[in-house]
């Protein structure tokens, strides 16, 4: 399998150099950081030996309507440059961790540099002129206080090098363009909308339509020259409410696809909306859970996003190296991390997974390696971890994972991330074998994640190593036959060694997340794909709440709403 | 070109009848009727006032640099601003800083309205919004009563003061710019630069916007009124050969953009800024100067909008809930003259006056103008200074020690930890009684230089103006909570001239003011006989900006000191310019 993918990014490669060559953008960059870099490798007192401009073309088109009418309606164009200048040497350069300042946060503040949206040369050089000067100077600046800082600190535990080769990448492929009838949408969106009006107790509800067309150029001195076209469309539901005692509850359901066609069509979309209703009029008078720790399953896409924050953000490759990272799993390779039946992957080259589109594939990162397939995890034991070209202790190169928002410094991020078992069954036997074990532990119920909406964990060292995850929609499945029972108010809290020891089995029913991820550099697209998790222990606390009661007065009256709810 | 197309039509939709029908007003109407009647949570006050302002807003704002078009993005929004009171009008939830948390699902103090005229989809934005404000009203009164007891405020005068209702309705603005032309000459204006070798960056942005607002209270005021805007900014930046940074901005603003100059005598305007920051460029720094000081054109407007204009602004300081946020809220750059008032702030044979009710002046038209204020209030005539001595300060509702009432100059001021409206000048307006030609100002300016025994006069053309933040400064505010970094009285001369007693005319560069105190207009020896209109936007520190106008004639300041502006030299660019480079 992995022999037949290099063969065919081999042809592609092939195929497309020519054009790569030719691209009026990829010519403008190319020529400016040749000029560029000319002067900046010989000078004096830390010559640049690497420089490379990443131009981002961007148009967001963004309908959202609530109750029937429009909200928000813009088609914005843009385009930014980032420039990544490397002084002194691949072993040490000015991007080094400073580590007399810890939070050293200017040197995070975002650096956009907004260039012509009409690919005009001149103001393109003329932008990339100035700007590069002020990065070589700064980069500059900022070397000579790490070489300073070495004479006084003790030498980190990481001694690897600050920058990895990698090969030259000649890539180029259409622009994708977004296309879709706007005003037709306008009217889609207002229709599907309508369906929230009957709820006047739905305090906030909105259907909305993002189109994305990017198409990234990046051009450096390893000789490599890429455009590579992103075109993705998100059509995102939402509703919101409060309980009773003021704690805010919302739901929300996104489909991403590559194409107009492959999102749901309107009776697809008004099913999800009830269903969105139904369970938040259920969640709204729902009791609150009290602290418990015990068996529970969490359903596949919240699984997703469980191991997303708890396990991907851990195997990024910067926080085995920075020495204020947690480094939970750095010194733990071939040691087994996770039950043996589960193994763990990245890979951004998938695209699609059972027909749904993946929001986490890309070919080139950021830094202009080609995306590729990783085992992170065989089987329960660690075996890689996602890498940028930043090295780590043992893992001398980048896998093609250092990514980035427009104006931000790039780390290693995940794409798309597979969690994959060799202990399946069905959910049936699942939620058997969840009250089963709640019988074994003398607990009267055990817990359902169906949906979580994100995240926070600590992989910091100042810190402690916690995770928080935070559920939408949990029911309690009781030993004793009765019904299953919608509850609320709970996080889903821990340490991550003990809570994936804890991982019994899994279900059959692989399913995708697709969302943003944000964090060191900015936000990035990506997606999980997991099956169902059962769990022997978790551990939930309650839920911070807000204070404020509901609205005081009832929705106003409307033809939908004849004005009998509050 | 068609004229025609330029404009920002003001096409009235009908007469003030439809007004009443209009379905915006209704909705907005029928809910605060209903607030009115029945909001209230058991045993806490009813909300004594509820006002509603709808800024409905359309424009576009093109970008260009070097030749190259950079951004051409139009947008839309609609945004209602709830102002609730609870208390009285001695004393209730307002001019109060303190941070308030509030509920992820309901909005408090203002929303976005939908974009299309839906009676329903707007009455419930408006019911949400209403609902947040009264409880976070709440709140910050109990908070504000907690700390009253603590923290005696300065001037404890009434919160909120009665005004006249108004009922103006004025047609509806309808955008209507052609936005071809004005990419155009964006990117015309922008290519300007590619004669200038020495220039290191540049920039050209427009902007137009049409902003219907719709006001409503439960005091019986009911208002519509329309402001437009467009304009052109264009900067440059470039270095001197010792590294010092220079920069120089001039900006054409106008109520419509086919009020603006033609083509011609803005691409001429710019051509002339290029070259005379090249030439600054090229000039050394000077040490220090002491002496009178001409303020000619856009300086001279400049320096009354930053010393008279700002300091006769928002009179009265909120209270602040702890020594934290008062660090982080003081020193805005203004009320510095309001503790003179009533006493002598200029010389005699100079007044100054106020009046945003003002469309024009001498034909050119004024982008501080407003026949309606952000709190409803229909704009009044001020007179701010009479034959010298301070009588007039910029009044919202929010009563000052010294005047009561508000004159209807209030402008809306989100800031970090408080939601004001402050009064604040639109088009401020100075007159001399005695006045002589520019040839004579200068005379007499060296006539004073010869008494004091200096060998030359400098005269001013360009004061810095307040820029927005960049995105480092943002971020440097959020980490500092948000301290002013406006720290000075007035700002640098960007452009300023020495002229010695042979009349021969040199240009300076590296200097700033000091020691400008709240008595400098006292010190002006004589004004010129030309007004110098300069319309422009004042953006202030906490992100929000104002289109202001200021009328002056120029200045002739007896005795001033400059002193070296702190460098902050860097290296000059380690390679040439691409374009430049053959």
Same mark, same amino acid.
Request: hydrophobic content about 35%; proline content about 5%.
């Given at each position: 399998?992995?022999?037949?993918?290099?063969?065919?990014?081999?042809?592609?490669?092939?195929?497309?150099?020519?054009?790569?060559?030719?691209?009026?953008?990829?010519?403008?960059?190319?020529?400016?950081?040749?000029?560029?870099?000319?002067?900046?490798?010989?000078?004096?007192?830390?010559?640049?030996?690497?420089?490379?401009?990443?131009?981002?073309?961007?148009?967001?088109?963004?309908?959202?309507?609530?109750?029937?009418?429009?909200?928000?309606?813009?088609?914005?164009?843009?385009?930014?440059?980032?420039?990544?200048?490397?002084?002194?040497?691949?072993?040490?350069?000015?991007?080094?961790?400073?580590?007399?300042?810890?939070?050293?946060?200017?040197?995070?503040?975002?650096?956009?540099?907004?260039? &012509?949206?009409?690919?005009?040369?001149?103001?393109?050089? $003329?932008?990339?002129?100035?700007?590069?000067?002020?990065?070589?100077?700064?980069?500059?600046?900022?070397?000579?206080?790490?070489?300073?800082?070495?004479?006084?600190?003790?030498?980190?535990?990481?001694?690897?090098?600050?920058?990895?080769?990698?090969?030259?990448?000649?890539?180029?492929?259409?622009?994708?363009?977004?296309?879709?009838?706007?005003?037709?949408? !306008?009217?889609?969106?207002?229709?599907?909308?309508?369906?929230?009006?009957?709820?006047?107790?739905?305090?906030?509800?909105?259907?909305? @339509?993002?189109?994305?067309?990017?198409? !990234?150029?990046?051009?450096?001195?390893?000789?490599?020259?890429? +455009?590579?076209?992103?075109?993705?469309?998100?059509?995102?539901?939402?509703?919101?409410?409060?309980?009773?005692?003021?704690?805010?509850?919302?739901?929300?359901?996104?489909?991403?696809?590559?194409?107009?066609?492959?999102?749901?069509?309107?009776?697809?979309?008004?099913?999800?909306?009830?269903?969105?209703?139904?369970?938040?009029?259920?969640?709204?008078?729902?009791?609150?859970?009290?602290?418990?720790?015990? &068996?529970?399953?969490?359903?596949?896409?919240?699984?997703?996003?469980?191991?997303?924050?708890?396990?991907?953000? =851990?195997?990024?490759?910067?926080?085995?190296?920075?020495?204020?990272?947690?480094?939970?799993?750095?010194?733990?390779?071939?040691?087994?991390?996770?039950?043996?039946?589960?193994?763990?992957?990245?890979?951004?080259?998938?695209?699609?997974?059972?027909?749904?589109?993946?929001?986490?594939?890309?070919?080139?990162?950021?830094?202009?390696?080609?995306?590729?397939?990783?085992?992170?995890?065989?089987?329960?034991?660690?075996?890689?971890?996602?890498?940028?070209?930043?090295?780590?202790?043992?893992?001398?190169?980048?896998?093609?994972?250092?990514?980035?928002?427009?104006?931000?410094?790039?780390?290693?991020?995940?794409?798309?991330?597979?969690?994959?078992?060799?202990?399946?069954?069905?959910?049936?036997?699942?939620?058997?074998?969840?009250?089963?074990?709640?019988?074994?532990?003398?607990?009267?119920?055990?817990?359902?994640?169906?949906?979580?909406?994100?995240?926070?964990?600590?992989?910091?060292?100042?810190?402690?190593?916690?995770?928080?995850?935070?559920?939408?929609?949990?029911?309690?499945?009781?030993?004793?036959?009765?019904?299953?029972?919608?509850?609320?108010?709970?996080?889903?809290?821990?340490?991550?060694?003990?809570?994936?020891?804890?991982?019994?089995?899994?279900?059959?029913?692989?399913?995708?997340?697709?969302?943003?991820?944000?964090?060191?550099?900015?936000?990035?697209?990506?997606?999980?794909?997991?099956?169902?998790?059962?769990?022997?222990?978790?551990?939930?606390?309650?839920?911070? +709440?807000?204070?404020?009661?509901?609205?005081?007065?009832?929705?106003?009256?409307?033809?939908?709403?004849?004005?009998?709810?509050? | 070109? +068609?004229?025609?197309?330029?404009?920002?039509?003001?096409?009235?939709?009908?007469?003030?009848?439809?007004?009443?029908?209009?379905?915006?007003?209704?909705?907005?109407?029928?809910?605060?009727?209903?607030?009115?009647?029945?909001?209230?949570?058991?045993?806490? &006050?009813?909300?004594?006032?509820?006002?509603?302002?709808?800024?409905?807003?359309?424009?576009?704002?093109?970008?260009?640099?070097?030749?190259?078009?950079?951004?051409?993005?139009?947008?839309?929004?609609?945004?209602?601003?709830?102002?609730?009171?609870?208390?009285?009008?001695?004393?209730?939830?307002?001019?109060?800083?303190?941070?308030?948390?509030?509920?992820?699902?309901?909005?408090?103090?203002?929303?976005?309205?939908? @974009?299309?005229?839906?009676?329903?989809?707007?009455?419930?934005?408006?019911?949400?919004?209403?609902?947040?404000?009264?409880?976070?009203?709440?709140?910050?009164?109990?908070?504000?009563?907690?700390?009253?007891?603590?923290?005696?405020?300065?001037?404890?005068?009434?919160?909120?003061?009665?005004?006249?209702?108004?009922?103006?309705?004025?047609?509806?603005?309808?955008?209507?710019?052609?936005?071809?032309?004005?990419?155009?000459? $964006?990117?015309?204006?922008?290519?300007?630069?590619?004669?200038?070798?020495?220039?290191?960056?540049?920039?050209?942005?427009?902007?137009?916007?049409?902003?219907?607002?719709?006001? *409503?209270?439960?005091?019986?005021?009911?208002?519509?009124?329309?402001?437009?805007?467009?304009?052109?900014?264009?900067?440059?930046?470039?270095?001197?050969?010792?590294?010092?940074?220079?920069?120089?901005?001039?900006?054409?603003?106008?109520?419509?953009?086919?009020?603006?100059?033609?083509?011609?005598?803005?691409?001429?305007?710019?051509?002339?800024? $290029?070259?005379?920051?090249?030439?600054?460029?090229?000039?050394?720094?000077?040490?220090?100067?002491?002496?009178?000081?001409?303020?000619?054109?856009?300086?001279?407007?400049?320096?009354?909008?930053?010393?008279?204009?700002?300091?006769?602004?928002?009179?009265?300081?909120?209270?602040?809930?702890?020594?934290?946020?008062?660090?982080?809220? $003081?020193?805005?750059?203004?009320?510095?003259?309001?503790?003179?008032?009533?006493?002598?702030?200029?010389?005699?044979?100079?007044?100054?006056?106020?009046?945003?009710?003002?469309?024009?002046?001498?034909?050119?038209?004024?982008?501080?103008?407003?026949?309606?204020?952000?709190?409803?209030?229909?704009?009044?005539?001020?007179?701010?200074?009479?034959?010298?001595?301070?009588?007039? *300060?910029?009044?919202?509702?929010?009563?000052?020690?010294?005047?009561?009432?508000?004159?209807?100059?209030?402008?809306?001021?989100?800031?970090?930890?408080?939601? =004001?409206?402050?009064?604040?000048?639109?088009?401020?307006?100075?007159?001399?009684?005695?006045?002589?030609?520019?040839?004579?100002?200068?005379?007499?300016? @060296?006539?004073?230089?010869?008494?004091?025994?200096?060998?030359?006069?400098?005269?001013?053309? !360009?004061?810095?103006?307040?820029?927005?933040?960049?995105?480092?400064?943002?971020?440097?505010?959020?980490?500092?909570?948000?301290?002013?970094?406006?720290?000075?009285?007035?700002?640098?001369?960007?452009?300023?001239?020495?002229?010695?007693?042979?009349?021969?005319?040199?240009?300076?560069?590296?200097?700033?003011?000091?020691?400008?105190?709240?008595?400098?207009?006292?010190?002006?020896?004589?004004?010129?006989?030309?007004?110098?209109?300069?319309?422009?936007?004042?953006?202030?520190?906490?992100?929000?900006?104002?289109?202001?106008?200021?009328?002056?004639?120029?200045?002739?300041?007896?005795?001033?000191?400059?002193?070296?502006?702190?460098?902050?030299?860097?290296?000059?660019?380690?390679?040439?310019?691409?374009?430049?480079?053959?």
């Amino acid at each position: 399998m992995r022999q037949t993918m290099r063969i065919i990014s081999l042809i592609i490669i092939a195929s497309t150099c020519v054009f790569a060559g030719r691209d009026r953008q990829l010519q403008t960059l190319k020529e400016e950081l040749t000029r560029a870099f000319k002067v900046l490798s010989k000078t004096q007192p830390a010559p640049a030996y690497f420089l490379q401009y990443e131009l981002w073309e961007k148009r967001e088109l963004y309908l959202n309507s609530s109750l029937g009418a429009i909200f928000y309606d813009y088609d914005n164009h843009n385009a930014y440059v980032d420039i990544d200048v490397r002084v002194g040497s691949a072993r040490l350069d000015n991007t080094h961790e400073i580590r007399g300042d810890e939070h050293d946060y200017m040197s995070w503040i975002p650096r956009t540099l907004p260039v &012509p949206v009409d690919q005009d040369p001149n103001g393109i050089k $003329a932008l990339l002129w100035i700007e590069t000067d002020r990065a070589f100077k700064d980069a500059q600046k900022r070397y000579t206080k790490i070489l300073a800082e070495r004479q006084v600190k003790v030498m980190e535990t990481d001694t690897s090098p600050d920058f990895s080769a990698a090969p030259a990448v000649k890539f180029a492929e259409n622009i994708k363009e977004i296309n879709i009838d706007t005003e037709s949408w !306008r009217q889609r969106l207002n229709a599907l909308s309508m369906h929230f009006k009957p709820q006047g107790w739905i305090y906030g509800s909105s259907v909305s @339509l993002r189109a994305n067309a990017e198409t !990234r150029y990046i051009v450096n001195t390893d000789g490599s020259m890429i +455009k590579e076209s992103r075109l993705a469309y998100r059509l995102s539901i939402y509703a919101a409410t409060m309980a009773d005692d003021g704690m805010d509850l919302y739901l929300s359901q996104s489909y991403i696809a590559y194409s107009p066609e492959k999102l749901p069509g309107d009776a697809v979309i008004a099913a999800q909306i009830d269903t969105l209703i139904q369970r938040l009029s259920v969640l709204r008078s729902a009791p609150m859970v009290e602290p418990y720790i015990g &068996p529970a399953i969490l359903l596949n896409r919240a699984s997703g996003v469980f191991f997303h924050e708890i396990f991907g953000h =851990r195997i990024e490759g910067h926080r085995q190296k920075s020495e204020f990272e947690g480094q939970t799993f750095t010194k733990k390779v071939d040691e087994q991390i996770l039950p043996d039946f589960i193994s763990v992957f990245d890979d951004p080259t998938m695209k699609e997974f059972k027909n749904i589109d993946l929001n986490g594939h890309y070919l080139y990162d950021n830094e202009g390696v080609a995306a590729q397939r990783v085992v992170v995890v065989d089987r329960g034991i660690l075996k890689n971890f996602l890498l940028s070209r930043s090295p780590i202790h043992g893992f001398p190169r980048s896998n093609g994972h250092g990514r980035r928002e427009h104006g931000r410094r790039v780390v290693s991020r995940q794409g798309v991330l597979y969690i994959k078992s060799d202990k399946e069954t069905s959910f049936e036997n699942l939620r058997q074998t969840l009250i089963e074990e709640c019988r074994k532990q003398n607990k009267t119920h055990g817990l359902i994640f169906h949906d979580i909406s994100g995240g926070f964990t600590q992989t910091g060292r100042g810190g402690t190593q916690t995770f928080k995850v935070i559920p939408l929609f949990v029911t309690k499945i009781y030993v004793d036959g009765r019904p299953d029972e919608v509850v609320r108010g709970v996080d889903i809290v821990g340490t991550p060694l003990l809570s994936f020891s804890k991982i019994v089995m899994t279900g059959d029913d692989y399913d995708v997340f697709n969302g943003s991820c944000g964090a060191e550099s900015g936000w990035v697209p990506v997606s999980a794909i997991s099956p169902s998790i059962f769990v022997s222990e978790i551990e939930v606390e309650k839920k911070a +709440k807000g204070q404020d009661k509901p609205p005081i007065l009832p929705a106003p009256e409307n033809r939908l709403n004849p004005g009998r709810q509050k | 070109m +068609k004229k025609i197309l330029l404009l920002i039509v003001l096409a009235a939709v009908g007469n003030a009848g439809d007004n009443e029908d209009h379905i915006l007003f209704k909705a907005l109407a029928d809910e605060m009727n209903r607030n009115i009647d029945q909001l209230q949570i058991d045993n806490q &006050p009813k909300p004594y006032y509820l006002s509603y302002r709808v800024n409905d807003i359309e424009g576009v704002e093109i970008k260009a640099v070097f030749g190259g078009l950079l951004q051409k993005n139009p947008y839309r929004q609609r945004v209602l601003y709830a102002d609730l009171r609870v208390g009285d009008y001695d004393l209730d939830n307002s001019n109060f800083a303190c941070q308030v948390g509030s509920s992820s699902t309901i909005d408090a103090d203002q929303i976005n309205l939908p @974009l299309e005229d839906d009676y329903d989809a707007i009455r419930n934005a408006v019911w949400l919004v209403t609902d947040g404000t009264y409880k976070k009203a709440l709140e910050r009164l109990s908070r504000k009563r907690a700390t009253l007891q603590n923290r005696p405020q300065n001037d404890r005068s009434a919160d909120f003061s009665l005004a006249e209702p108004c009922t103006i309705v004025e047609p509806i603005a309808v955008m209507d710019i052609d936005i071809e032309y004005w990419q155009n000459a $964006a990117v015309e204006l922008s290519t300007i630069f590619r004669r200038f070798p020495k220039i290191q960056e540049s920039g050209v942005k427009f902007v137009a916007q049409t902003n219907n607002q719709y006001f *409503l209270d439960n005091e019986r005021n009911r208002n519509r009124h329309a402001r437009t805007i467009a304009g052109i900014e264009v900067d440059a930046r470039t270095q001197s050969r010792d590294g010092d940074p220079l920069e120089d901005i001039i900006v054409f603003y106008a109520c419509r953009a086919g009020d603006l100059p033609s083509l011609n005598e803005m691409k001429q305007a710019v051509a002339a800024m $290029a070259e005379t920051l090249s030439l600054l460029a090229g000039t050394t720094k000077e040490e220090e100067y002491s002496g009178p000081v001409i303020f000619a054109g856009q300086a001279a407007a400049e320096l009354i909008f930053q010393v008279l204009g700002k300091g006769v602004s928002d009179p009265k300081a909120p209270l602040f809930e702890n020594d934290i946020l008062a660090q982080a809220g $003081a020193n805005k750059g203004m009320a510095h003259l309001v503790s003179r008032y009533g006493r002598k702030v200029m010389p005699d044979f100079l007044s100054a006056w106020d009046d945003p009710g003002l469309r024009t002046w001498k034909n050119t038209s004024l982008v501080g103008s407003f026949s309606v204020d952000d709190q409803g209030v229909e704009a009044q005539r001020v007179n701010i200074v009479t034959n010298g001595k301070l009588t007039g *300060l910029m009044m919202s509702r929010t009563p000052s020690s010294k005047i009561k009432t508000s004159n209807g100059h209030a402008r809306f001021r989100n800031e970090r930890y408080a939601r =004001r409206s402050i009064g604040m000048i639109g088009n401020l307006i100075v007159e001399s009684r005695q006045s002589v030609s520019f040839e004579d100002l200068k005379e007499h300016g @060296l006539n004073l230089c010869r008494e004091y025994g200096l060998p030359h006069i400098m005269i001013v053309s !360009r004061l810095a103006p307040a820029r927005p933040l960049s995105t480092k400064e943002r971020y440097m505010r959020y980490f500092t909570r948000g301290g002013s970094t406006e720290t000075t009285l007035l700002s640098a001369p960007v452009i300023a001239y020495k002229i010695d007693t042979l009349g021969n005319i040199s240009l300076t560069r590296g200097l700033e003011f000091c020691s400008v105190t709240n008595r400098l207009l006292r010190d002006v020896a004589a004004a010129g006989d030309q007004d110098y209109v300069y319309n422009c936007i004042y953006y202030d520190e906490e992100g929000n900006n104002y289109p202001v106008s200021v009328v002056a004639p120029a200045l002739l300041i007896d005795e001033m000191e400059l002193v070296p502006k702190d460098p902050k030299p860097s290296h000059l660019p380690v390679f040439a310019h691409p374009y430049f480079v053959k």
